[in-house]
């Protein structure tokens, strides 16, 4: 929103956008378990079958939008080469 | 047959201890019998709000563990002798209220009184879950502001599964009470809108309370601000919520800012 439009109608509509999706989000959560922590663990023990990789060379972001959110899952192997798995759900 | 209410809020500092004293004392004035419950287990303020902390002598937790009848912990209203209180107990051991020990004084309180009101703590742990156990309906104590909007939605979850009578197949009944509602800040997109606020929790909507400096005196003096100030901004609005509580129709005012009339006519000098 631009600056102009802020002063003009204030900052509640952003609140409330930001609430309908967070809560859209959250209201799945609640009816699923973890999904998010299921990846996680299989994604690491499938790739861990594979390659050797030291748990703290691990980022995993979450980034959720309206439509698309996107699970990034960064692992930093021994022989300095970064695979990168992205997936979209 | 008799009615039990959770007032509760996932957040703290929204407003469920006024709420429970004011609704309670203003359905108690309409000629009810009610008794409200502290469930805010080693931080109590029921007792402070109602005007009654130096007369607490037993609390739920004695009733619980059977040091005392239910009878001796409840202490009679000074101003209506239809109102009644059970305070909480100061005691930092959470675990000292247990699921069976709650189901029976709730049980018992169902034979004495018209209305049972359960004042919740904050947070989504044991305190708030219990308070919410034997609920028929609930009040969401919302204010209008990101994260007190968030929490009663996680608390709308847990009324859904965590309630007896959720595990029974059966609905809790719930009613959004919107407080500290600032209708200039609202007017001038500071703050969510009451149609923002009903739209992303859907549930309908018991009362608008403003936010008003009545409740600040009200809780100085120890007294619910339905009966400090009957005929004040908040107690009118809680008195309405009451009323619909009972089934009664009763048309919503949404609160208009009278210092900002005020402050329109003279000018706008008060800061
Ligand atoms: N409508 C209102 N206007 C102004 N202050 C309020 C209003 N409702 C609650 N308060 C104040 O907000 C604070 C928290 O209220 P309280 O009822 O104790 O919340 P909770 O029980 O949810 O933690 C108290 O100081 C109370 O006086
Ligand atoms: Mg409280």
Redesign the interface.
């Known amino acids: 929103m631009s600056l102009f439009n802020l002063f003009r109608r204030g900052t509640a509509p952003i609140a409330r956008e930001r609430l309908q999706i967070l809560l859209a989000h959250e209201r799945v959560a609640r009816s699923q378990p973890d999904l998010l922590g299921i990846l996680r663990e299989e994604i690491l023990a499938v790739i861990s079958r594979h390659v050797a990789f030291e748990p703290d060379k691990v980022q995993i972001k979450m980034d959720r939008g309206k439509s698309v959110s996107t699970l990034e899952v960064d692992i930093e192997i021994p022989n300095g080469v970064t695979l990168t798995l992205a997936k979209a759900s | 047959m008799a009615q039990v209410l959770v007032v509760t809020s996932g957040k703290g500092g929204v407003g469920k201890t006024t709420s429970t004293a004011a609704l309670g004392a203003a359905l108690a004035h309409d000629g009810e019998k009610v008794v409200v419950i502290d469930f805010d287990v080693g931080l109590r303020n029921l007792d402070l709000v109602m005007g009654a902390e130096r007369r607490v002598v037993f609390d739920l937790i004695n009733v619980i563990h059977g040091v005392a009848k239910l009878h001796q912990a409840l202490i009679r209203d000074k101003r209506l002798e239809n109102l009644c209180l059970l305070p909480a107990s100061q005691t930092r051991d959470k675990d000292a209220l247990t699921e069976e020990g709650v189901a029976a004084v709730i049980a018992e309180l169902r034979t004495k009184f018209d209305w049972i009101i359960c004042d919740s703590p904050a947070g989504i742990e044991r305190g708030a879950t219990l308070a919410m156990r034997h609920a028929d309906a609930a009040i969401i104590v919302t204010n209008p502001?990101?994260s007190s909007?968030?929490d009663s939605?996680?608390i709308i979850?847990l009324l859904d599964s965590k309630t007896a009578k959720a595990e029974r197949g059966e609905r809790v009944e719930k009613h959004l009470l919107i407080t500290r509602y600032h209708s200039s800040r609202?007017a001038?997109?500071?703050?969510?809108?009451i149609d923002?606020v009903l739209?992303?929790l859907s549930t309908p909507l018991l009362g608008i309370i403003p936010e008003s400096e009545e409740v600040l005196r009200a809780s100085n003096i120890g007294s619910p601000v339905t009966l400090c100030n009957a005929l004040s901004a908040p107690a009118r609005a809680y008195f309405d919520a009451a009323r619909r509580l009972k089934g009664d129709k009763v048309p919503m005012i949404v609160p208009s800012d009278n210092r900002g009339i005020f402050n329109k006519l003279f000018g706008r000098k008060a800061a």
């Open positions: 502001e990101v909007v968030r939605d996680r979850g609202a001038r997109g500071e703050m969510l809108s923002d739209e992303i």
